[in-house]
């Protein structure tokens, strides 16, 4: 039975208070191919007064408790993987080996890390006389974006769940299918009533309420620097803790060094992946400027061997971007970059060839691009690498930081220790050395207008936690 038309409260699919619908629309046809409920504020307060029911109890349970309840929801979650990978495929259009690969495969990782860091986490700790222990914050509202779905949503409700917390989650309802499977695996997994709750709606009409409402402790928001702005000041009247992952325009710094053709290659590979709509992409690339124009080069050749296509294609890399609003915008971005003068190295407006009706967009490279440019400062999420040339090392740093954002940065050299050092320079949350192994073990967060708080592993934990001070505890 289909639950898109209903909402996850209290242990329960249930209507909306006031039924609305909305289109959920498959970005490679631009065709609806189904509906949800969308909520307002009464849903919220139901789901707000459940999980604060819920909160009294499970905020009592044993590490033991927690632990084999994670544990079950991942068995539940590998039992329905097939299931969320196809959720995703249609909702984001992403390819269906991708949305295996990366997408569904992103939700077991951080599910698994998270796991493993219950395991080891201390929640108290002796100082003297003084003991510390960490408790849950309380009611968590959750707030998650369309472009990694299961990503972000596990990488919020596991460590919520894990220090003892309840949450209120809010999908995307641009890409809400993924998110409704993953209230299914929860309601398998026996998750106690109240302790997770989902609602399908709107920013304005949900997310804000949540986290204005005055029973929520916390709100952790991923999404845009904007939209991040709104959710910290709704949340400042009742002072509750906002954790924020938001936008990036992360620099990709080729040291003299390199292997330029492999750090090239795997640079715009980096920057394309999920059709560039991450936020943490490597999308400026600086590159010494006595070989910029062989980077080009080597840049057009592997934006040019990117195959898009119908997601449900064998030999599709990148399938559409997620919706007309995204589309349009990365268009006029272009065309932006053409009209600063910067250089179009591949792809440029308008749909790949014998692609006419989905959001998708042509691999695009642009080179000569100078850091005032609005392609080197606005963050365009979607298949867009803008190339800049630097002359020293001390101006690719500086460059390289000239941003508001803050989340990621990437250097490339042979020598790791030089690596290392530029790394330090960087003023951002995760540095990359070499294109590594996504590490679900690491924080992942940002400096600046790029958020505040940290997630994966322990991280994601701790940020779900208050810190008391029990003072003449004793020995």
């Not at 307060?45 to 408790?65: H, I």
């Not at 990782?109 to 796991?115: F, G, L, Q, V």
């Not at 999308?283 to 449900?312: I, Q």
Request: charge should be negative.
């Amino acid at each position: 039975m289909s639950h898109n038309m209903k909402f996850f409260i209290d242990g329960a699919w249930v209507d909306p208070v006031m039924p609305a619908a909305l289109d959920v629309i498959n970005p490679a046809t631009e065709e609806a191919y189904t509906q949800i409920a969308v909520g307002s504020k009464a849903d919220v307060d139901k789901a707000v007064a459940a999980a604060k029911r819920a909160f009294a109890t499970f905020s009592r349970t044993s590490v033991a408790e927690r632990l084999a309840l994670l544990k079950k929801i991942l068995e539940v979650y590998n039992a329905r993987f097939e299931d969320i990978a196809v959720a995703v495929s249609n909702e984001m259009g992403a390819p269906l080996s991708f949305a295996r690969d990366a997408q569904a495969w992103a939700g077991r990782a951080h599910m698994e890390s998270t796991i493993e860091a219950l395991e080891n986490y201390k929640f108290s700790e002796k100082r003297g006389s003084t003991t510390v222990v960490k408790e849950p914050i309380g009611v968590c509202a959750l707030i998650t974006p369309w472009n990694w779905p299961l990503n972000q949503i596990v990488c919020k409700v596991a460590p919520a769940i894990a220090a003892g917390c309840t949450v209120v989650l809010k999908p995307s309802e641009i890409a809400p299918i993924s998110g409704l499977v993953w209230a299914e695996v929860m309601e398998e997994a026996g998750v106690p009533k109240g302790v997770f709750n989902l609602i399908n709606g709107t920013g304005p009409d949900v997310g804000q309420v949540m986290a204005g409402h005055p029973d929520v402790d916390m709100v952790s928001f991923t999404g845009s620097t904007r939209a991040g702005i709104i959710v910290a000041k709704t949340a400042a009247d009742t002072v509750k803790r906002v954790a924020q992952e938001l936008g990036g325009k992360s620099a990709n710094i080729v040291l003299p060094d390199a292997d330029l053709e492999v750090a090239v290659t795997k640079g715009v590979q980096g920057c394309f992946g999920n059709s560039g709509q991450s936020c943490d992409a490597p999308t400026r690339m600086l590159v010494p400027a006595d070989r910029h124009e062989e980077a080009l080069k080597f840049a057009k050749a592997a934006a040019e061997a990117h195959k898009v296509g119908s997601p449900t294609a064998d030999d599709t890399d990148l399938g559409p971007v997620v919706s007309q609003l995204q589309f349009d915008k990365i268009q006029r971005l272009i065309e932006t970059g053409i009209k600063e003068g910067a250089t179009l190295v591949a792809g440029g407006l308008g749909r790949p060839d014998g692609l006419n009706r989905g959001y998708y967009v042509r691999p695009t490279v642009f080179g000569n691009v100078t850091k005032d440019m609005t392609i080197a400062r606005e963050e365009i999420f979607g298949p867009v690498l803008s190339i800049l040339p630097y002359k020293t090392e001390e101006e690719a740093i500086a460059i390289a930081n000239d941003t508001v954002y803050g989340l990621a940065a990437y250097i490339q050299s042979q020598d790791i220790e030089h690596a290392r050092a530029v790394a330090r320079e960087m003023r951002a949350g995760s540095v990359y050395l070499n294109y590594p192994d996504w590490d679900t073990h690491a924080p992942f967060g940002g400096y600046k207008q790029s958020g505040n708080g940290r997630e994966y592993a322990d991280f994601g934990i701790h940020d779900f936690l208050e810190i008391k001070g029990i003072v003449g505890y004793g020995e």
